[in-house]
């Protein structure tokens, strides 16, 4: 049986003479046979190249706003908590990589339901896997989502938020779409999104842009009826400028300062929404790592090895405070009302 497989596949012949007609068929477009697939290599790989393509492409535009944008903010803002703030994220994000160099994968049947230890300083879960290199992994995916999340509200809520706030003809129905989206509960709506597309990463960041949008947009429109009637504002008006740019130069300019304040919220929102999805089934597929899924594996294994639920879950409850505490903070420094008061 095993010799006529070989002979099939041609695995009987001498190694150049395998090498000579591969090569020879690849000249002709004959890239082989998957044995597994039970098709052309060519056709199964033309056949996924589109969502290849479409994941590397959202990875690039995905770096080149957040990388671009805080590396010009850090440069226009030496020195200053802003520079100081995109210098963080940036070191965190490099070396996360270093900081573990054990696989978050990786079984040891012989290791599980260890407890923290010098060797493991998280233990283990039940499949022997190191839970430092798990919890470590699963906060840079939670990081990755959060900040994807953050962009396309700053985009799409800051867009929605200036249009309903500064041209009155579409005010009513923008807000009434957002009204209708703020009616249900965030995380019940984003349980839904993502039970309807499926559970993956970009699905979680779809589900949560599309919950958080309204209340971003609420935010900038709330501060764009504001500064419309401010004089600088119609002074720009009666000398003729455009709406584009009075919105551009004028207006927007002058809304980021809550809109900063609430997205900084919204990073914690979004972290702990993610979290509660995975927890669900409904974030990353495993073995992909992140806090929830952590979470979900541990709690029917509370009584051999809490450690497996609680260390996630303490991790998570310790970056949301501290994300909501950079929120008041940034609110006092931003708010002038707040500066004024003894």
């Known amino acids: 049986m095993v010799a006529q497989i070989r002979e099939q596949l041609g695995l009987d012949q001498p190694l150049l003479t395998q090498a000579a007609h591969w090569y020879g068929g690849l000249l002709h477009g004959d890239f082989g046979r998957s044995i597994l697939l039970v098709q052309s290599v060519f056709w199964a790989t ?68 260890l407890p923290p230890s010098a060797d493991f300083v998280f233990g283990t879960d039940n499949l022997g896997r190191s839970l430092w290199s798990r919890t470590v992994w699963g ?69 949560l842009a599309v919950v958080y949008v309204p209340r971003t947009a609420r935010i900038v429109r709330a501060s764009v009826l504001v500064l419309r009637e401010m004089e600088y504002v119609q002074a720009a008006v009666a000398a003729g400028a455009g709406h584009w740019r009075i919105l551009r130069t004028h207006v927007i300019p002058n809304a ?60 998570l409850m310790v970056t949301v405070m501290g994300l909501n505490l950079l929120g008041d903070g940034l609110r006092d420094v931003l708010d002038p009302r707040l500066r004024l008061q003894p």
């Open 46 to 113: 033309a056949q996924r190249l589109p969502v290849t393509v479409a994941l590397s492409l959202y990875a690039l535009a995905v770096t080149l706003v957040v990388g671009i944008g805080a590396g010009v903010l850090a440069a226009l803002r030496q020195n200053t908590w802003v520079d100081q703030a995109a210098m963080m994220v940036a070191m965190l994000g490099i070396s996360i990589p270093r900081i573990t160099t054990a696989d978050p994968n990786k079984l040891s049947f012989r290791a599980k339901f």
């Open 139 to 207: 906060a840079r995916l939670s990081v990755e989502i959060s900040v994807a999340v953050v962009v396309l509200n700053a985009a799409f809520g800051t867009l929605v938020g200036a249009l309903a706030g500064y041209f009155r003809r579409v005010d009513g129905p923008l807000m009434r779409v957002n009204d209708a989206l703020m009616a249900f509960p965030a995380v019940l709506l984003a349980i839904g999104i993502t039970a309807v597309l499926g559970p993956s990463t970009e699905n979680v960041i779809l589900a």
């Open 256 to 315: 980021l300062a809550p809109l900063i304040v609430q997205l900084s919220f919204l990073f914690a929102y979004a972290v702990l929404t993610e979290a509660t999805l995975s927890f669900l089934g409904l974030g990353a597929v495993p073995p992909t790592p992140t806090w929830g899924n952590i979470m979900a594996e541990g709690r029917q294994y509370m009584r051999e090895a809490p450690w497996i639920i609680t260390i996630p879950g303490i991790l």
